[in-house]
């Protein structure tokens, strides 16, 4: 129902309520103002658009959620669901469940614990979109995957990036076969490529000493050994590629043919089926083409690292346990919820 107000000085209380509402266009019938209902939602408005009168007199008001790197608010639920099932349809046709995996990793991964302001202390908060960090050479052919998400995002305007890339990862791991992963969304988004984190922050394939290594990296985001291990696991999905990360074989007998794009080498004989075939190839390493980098190697070589690896080579749901747990921890680092609780799509 609308309501009529007669005194321009209405706008004001308007436009406040625009920050928690979602408003249809405003205009003048006859000299009055007339106010659509206010209809809540999720989302919250990420822009508001006054216009007035020569003769000094309120024209119009629109609120709309931005569709371009300003959003910055909470995903409607409703849109968050739809877009899973979009997700899932892609999944079907461009078989991409592994960048997608990484798409979320790599967004979530930069997160310092020992900085407190956000988004300085980097996390899961969209950064990702923007060609400054894009262009870090751990994200080398994560462009492919943003332009894969691309057009789900024009589609559901209520959805943060933040939230999407963590939906498409979470989605992939479930729909290859992956344990179902306790999510919750409504993530933030950064605004600007000047709120992007320094690079520097992602593991790298190839270390002087791995565990070390691993252990700086992920120490960093408040992750332990286990986190560590479990979420290594998920290398039983994917290819590595020379040409992006110096790794790997330019094709083997696996990845030749595809499905997707071919070539690159791949840790596991069925790299799109999640499962624990990581830990058991690399515990027995008996073929040449699979790949095994030194900071694969290493779980099996550090005592506390080992003591994992050897669990969830023998026991997959225990791997899927954790792993499912340590998957939804990566997902919420560092990341600024409305509302603080999050958002659950069950």
């Keep these: 129902m609308a309501t009529f107000l007669s005194s321009k000085t209405a706008a004001a209380a308007i436009a406040r309520s625009a920050i928690h509402h979602s408003l249809r266009p405003l205009s003048f019938v006859g000299s009055r103002l007339r106010v659509p209902s206010l209809l809540p939602s999720s989302p919250h408005v990420s822009s508001l ?86 262009k870090h050479g751990a994200n080398a052919g994560l462009v492919n995957a943003l332009k894969l998400l691309q057009s789900i995002k024009d589609k559901y305007t209520g959805i943060t990036y933040a939230d999407l890339f963590q939906l498409a990862s979470a989605t992939a791991i479930e729909e290859a076969g992956g344990p179902k992963i306790p999510m919750k969304y409504g993530r933030v988004d950064v605004t600007t490529p000047e709120q992007c984190p320094p690079e520097g922050r992602l593991p ?37 590629r020379p ?16 499905p997707g794009a071919p070539g690159g080498q791949s840790w596991t004989v069925q790299w799109l089926k999640f499962d624990n075939s990581y830990f058991k190839d690399i515990k027995e390493r008996r073929d040449a083409d699979l790949l095994v980098l030194p900071t694969d190697a290493v779980l099996f070589e550090d005592p506390s690292f080992k003591v994992y690896a050897e669990k969830y080579a023998e026991d997959q749901d225990a791997f899927f346990k954790d792993y499912a747990e340590a998957h939804a921890k990566l997902s919420n680092l560092g990341a600024k919820f409305e509302p603080p609780e999050g958002i659950s799509l069950d």
């Design 204 to 240: 790298a394939a190839g270390p002087p000493s791995p565990a070390d290594h691993l252990r700086e990296v992920f120490y960093r985001m408040g992750l332990n050994d286990k986190e560590i291990v479990a979420l290594s696991g998920a290398h039983t999905l994917g290819r590595s």
């Design 243 to 258: 040409e992006r990360s110096g790794w790997g074989k330019p094709e083997t007998k696996y990845t030749k043919d595809g």
């Design 49 to 134: 658009h006054v216009g007035f009168s020569q003769q000094g007199g309120l024209k119009s008001i629109m609120a709309t959620r931005a569709m371009s790197s300003a959003v910055s608010a909470a995903s409607d639920p409703a849109q968050l669901k739809s877009a899973k099932e979009d997700i899932k349809e892609l999944l079907k046709t461009k078989f991409c469940h592994p960048i997608l995996v990484r798409l979320g990793w790599h967004d979530a991964g930069t997160y310092d614990k020992t900085i407190q302001e956000w988004p300085q202390r980097g996390g899961a908060n969209g950064s990702l979109r923007f060609e400054i960090e894009l």
